[in-house]
């Protein structure tokens, strides 16, 4: 049904409604916003009264999208959208089920780049280049502006294609009391102690002191009780994505290299060219070396010791939202998806003032780390297309897509959920007089050191398949059921038999696994040596370095604040 010029008419009325209302403040002026909302009603007219369903995990910024976006979407261009939102695990299997069936389940999925080495390989999520140029360039909008995105390496395969266009981006970080850190005699008992000031801890071997300190030492701050660490522990799908989100890498697991480590990445698994050809240490990989079983060992001492005796039994999402209670002292996996939320007015951890009385900072290194390597993870939910989605309702969706992380709403929408997408955004005079009320977000997204945060990269053939046996292992070890060398043993394992099946199955092209044959430890130990690589480093004889901590102040001092120049 075509869009008479009527409707067309109609549509751009709730658009300037929509501006006024709703779309402020923007990157572009009015007359700018309004323009590129006229490309969208003009574009639109094919799809008008054509139903079409997306999907995406449950944070701020999509329910953001689902309630309001989604409404203004379907107002201005008569095209009948439903933004669906469910667990991050159901996104997983229902694109999983999709690309096996070929069922068209949903016509767009905001689903994270970890998938892209998934997708470049299985070939059945539309290159965007391709689309772009071909098939949608009648509904790719001219102010998309794709190098505005900072998460395009993120979503860009080795075949140097874009397959997602990033929707929203956070990382994890370290989050800690900077109202308690700063008190005088917290910070003498600490000196006294330790040797050392108290302040964000570079190394695992500070933070295992404060965690230690706050607990046993501290023990309670006006009156509440306090601990020195927070996660969760749960056996659930989630307790997955709390390692595979970089916890090995951020032990020291894995090889130096941005955004993955080469030969051997964060999940401990080694690349030839773009093949992968093992996980266990026995086939050169690093799952089970004694970098990842040290970050397991360290990762369930602090659970036991440190944190409040409810989080072994809490998921991800139960978690999250225990700092905001008052009585955690720093926690070192805490996602900047949480920020939203953690700093509205009234909350224990909120001055009177709106400002924040925590303090993000970039993440301490376990003791296997070396400079060059990765610090962190970043998580980059994208827009993906699938070939099943029948082409008609793929430009639909696609025009959402590009809807909600255009320029006319971006910068509102950074704003409700604060997970920046677009350089421009971030440099908004708007961000800058917002900065003093999000305890270091915005000076993080601004300094060169957020390139270290990186999602899972194009090494990981199937994540669908290989991110679950993650939870399943680890949570054997979360139980006290197998020790930590036993657990990363059978993670290990597991690993490479999927590898294995990929690989007999060759239906990954050039790119599918191709497995190393299984020799021993200490073979791959000195082929690393030889070669000058760090993975599989051999076990350390002191996992515990004296504890090393940065000034907070003085860290914020060293970001730049220039806006990078645009070639």
């Not at 290159?127 to 949608?136: K, Q, R, T, V």
């Not at 977000?441 to 991110?467: C, H, M």
């Not at 990929?502 to 021993?520: D, F, I, W, Y």
Request: charged share 25%; net charge negative; with cysteine.
């Amino acid at each position: 049904m075509a869009l008479g010029t009527g409707a067309a008419l109609a549509g751009m009325e709730e658009a300037r409604r929509w501006i006024d209302s709703e779309f402020q403040p923007s990157t572009l002026s009015k007359d700018e916003q309004l323009k590129e909302m006229e490309w969208f009603v003009n574009a639109a007219k094919p799809f008008a009264g054509m139903e079409i369903n997306v999907v995406s995990e449950t944070i701020t910024t999509h329910e953001y999208e689902a309630r309001t976006l989604a409404k203004a979407f379907s107002e201005i261009t008569g095209i009948k959208l439903t933004h669906d939102l469910i667990q991050e695990g159901d996104v997983v299997e229902k694109i999983q089920t999709q690309m096996q069936s070929g069922r068209n389940i949903y016509d767009a999925w905001v689903n994270d780049s970890d998938l892209i080495g998934t997708h470049f390989r299985y070939k059945q999520a539309v290159a965007l280049d391709d689309w772009m140029a071909g098939e949608g360039k009648d509904v790719t909008s001219p102010t998309l502006d794709i190098n505005d995105f900072i998460g395009k390496s993120f979503t860009t395969a080795p075949d140097g294609k874009m397959y997602q266009l990033p929707d929203q981006q956070f990382a994890n970080v370290y989050w800690f009391r900077y109202d308690w850190f700063q008190r005088p005699d917290i910070k003498e008992k600490f000196k006294a102690k330790y040797g050392y000031d108290l302040g964000v801890p570079v190394n695992w071997s500070a933070y295992e002191d404060i965690a230690e300190f706050f607990t046993n030492d501290v023990k309670e701050v006006d009156g509440v009780k306090v601990y020195g660490h927070m996660d969760y522990g749960k056996k659930d799908p989630s307790l997955g994505w709390r390692f595979t989100d970089a916890w090995l890498s951020m032990a020291g697991n894995g090889d130096k290299g941005i955004p993955n480590g080469l030969p051997v990445d964060e999940w401990g698994i080694r690349m030839e060219g773009c093949r992968p050809v093992g996980s266990s240490i026995e086939r050169g990989g690093d799952t089970n070396g004694p970098a990842a079983v040290y970050s397991i060992t360290k990762y369930l001492d602090w659970l036991k010791k440190y944190a409040p005796p409810q989080a072994a039994g809490m998921t991800f999402s139960e978690s999250g939202p225990v700092p905001a209670q008052g009585n955690i002292a720093q926690q070192m996996f805490w996602y900047t998806a949480f920020t939203a939320d953690m700093v509205k007015p009234g909350l224990p951890v909120v001055n009177a003032d709106n400002t924040p009385k925590w303090r993000m900072a970039p993440s301490p290194k376990g003791a296997y780390w070396k400079e060059g390597m990765k610090l962190g993870y970043q998580d980059a939910g994208s827009w993906t297309l699938l070939k099943s989605t029948p082409v008609e309702r793929r430009k639909a969706a696609w025009l959402y897509a590009q809807f909600v992380t255009s320029k006319t709403v971006s910068l509102k929408k950074s704003h409700v959920g604060l997970t920046f997408i677009r350089e421009s955004d971030i440099w908004h005079q708007s961000m800058t007089d917002r900065a003093p009320q999000l305890g270091g977000l915005v000076e993080f997204y601004r300094s060169p050191a957020r390139v270290q945060w990186t999602p899972t990269g194009n090494n990981i053939p199937d994540y669908p398949k290989l991110a679950q046996l993650w939870w399943q292992n680890i949570g054997d070890a979360a139980s006290g059921a197998k020790t930590p060398q036993q657990a990363m043993d059978s993670l290990a394992a597991a690993q490479d038999d999927v590898l294995t099946r990929l690989e007999r199955a060759n239906v990954q092209g050039e790119c599918g696994p191709k497995m190393n044959p299984k020799t021993s430890a200490e073979e791959w130990f000195k082929k690393a040596e030889a070669a000058g690589t760090i993975a599989p480093q051999r076990k350390l004889a002191n996992e515990k370095p004296k504890g090393e901590t940065v000034d907070y102040d003085t860290l914020i001092k060293s970001w730049p604040a220039n806006p990078p120049k645009r070639s």
